[in-house]
């Protein structure tokens, strides 16, 4: 069965600095999609940066890359510049098939002003 | 262009009460799904629609029924809730590329 593993439940970081979050996933496929969401306290999930699989190259969003190493099964996401505004949940999430969506328990991020 | 939208934003019920939950897209999106998010935990899917006229059952079916009234609307039913059933339940569509965009969610307490 595929998981979706963030060993990170919290993270602090410096505003300004960077904060990278991990997530590794477990799967038999070999065509799947990785992204990472954003839960502000608002509750509402925002989406910050997708992969898919088949692209080598690692998807970068401003602010916001991942580094995507397929054979170890590992996505963390690398925040650089961080802003107040990026304090919120991270979920990592993975998506097969019929595009159902399996997610990580989530990482909260924690930025020190 | 709204989005994802999601009625009530909050409910407080009482075991045994049933209610429904409404979901709606502007996104001409042929899928959606309806999930639940719990303390300390990712989200699990409930029931998904891949295209009007069809549902399928997640992750956590027990306890909801799903109606998808047309290409817009996909509404999540709880026939007698439990208190097992407070969480808080999210929405989402999805057109291509596997993206799936969200609502602002709903929150429930069944006490």
């Known amino acids: 069965a595929q998981t979706v593993t963030q060993s990170q439940p919290e993270m602090s970081v410096q505003e300004a600095e960077t904060v990278t979050l991990s997530c590794t996933y477990d799967?038999?496929?070999?065509?799947?999609?990785l992204f990472w969401y954003k839960q502000p306290p608002s509750r509402q999930m925002i989406l910050v940066i997708r992969?898919?699989?088949?692209k080598q190259q690692n998807a970068t969003e401003n602010r916001f890359s991942v580094n995507f190493q397929k054979a170890a099964k590992s996505f963390s996401l690398k925040i650089s510049d961080s802003q107040l505004g990026d304090a919120a949940m991270y979920f990592c999430?993975?998506?097969?098939?019929?595009?159902?969506?399996?997610w990580g328990a989530g990482t909260k991020l924690i930025i020190k002003p | 262009n709204a989005g994802v939208t999601q009625t009530p934003k909050f409910q407080v019920l009482k075991t045994g009460q049933s209610m429904t939950l409404q979901c709606a897209q502007d996104?001409?999106?042929?899928?959606m799904y309806w999930y639940r998010q719990d303390p300390g935990m990712g989200l699990r899917l409930i029931y998904y629609?891949?295209?009007?006229?069809?549902?399928d059952k997640g992750e956590v079916p027990n306890g909801y029924n799903v109606s998808r009234l047309n290409k817009r609307e996909f509404s999540l039913r709880l026939e007698s809730a439990a208190p097992s059933q407070t969480s808080v339940y999210f929405c989402?569509?999805?057109?291509?590329?596997?993206?799936?965009?969200f609502g602002p969610g709903t929150r429930l307490t069944v006490l």
């Open positions: 989402a569509s999805r057109q291509s590329q596997a993206t799936q965009y």
């Open positions: 996104m001409n999106h042929n899928s």
């Open positions: 629609s891949a295209s009007e006229g069809t549902t």
């Open positions: 799967t038999s496929e070999s065509d799947y999609y």
């Open positions: 992969q898919e699989a088949y």
């Open positions: 999430a993975y998506s097969y098939s019929n595009y159902q969506l399996i």
